[in-house]
């Protein structure tokens, strides 16, 4: 779960550097949805450890909030 989670913030990161150096932010949807992507892990990584469970449920719905995002974004353009 590590290496996925580290592989997902490293995209996440040279999406958003992308965007912010080129300022063209027609990649968003797909950084939203891998940023999702990363705090579903981060969520489920948190409630197999059983230490924080408000923490693990909380990033389990702001990752549905992002999914939700991102799938509007791709509808939209």
């Given at each position: ?16 550097a ?35 469970r ?7 719905v ?16």
């Amino acid at each position: 779960m590590k290496i996925v989670r580290v592989t997902l913030a490293i995209i996440v990161i040279a999406l958003s550097a992308y965007q912010l150096i080129t300022e063209n932010f027609e990649l968003m949807p797909y950084s939203m949805l891998f940023f999702g992507a990363t705090m579903l892990v981060t969520g489920l990584v948190e409630l197999q450890k059983d230490r924080k469970r408000f923490w693990g449920y909380m990033s389990i719905v702001v990752s549905l909030f992002l999914f939700f995002v991102s799938i509007q974004g791709f509808l939209i353009n």
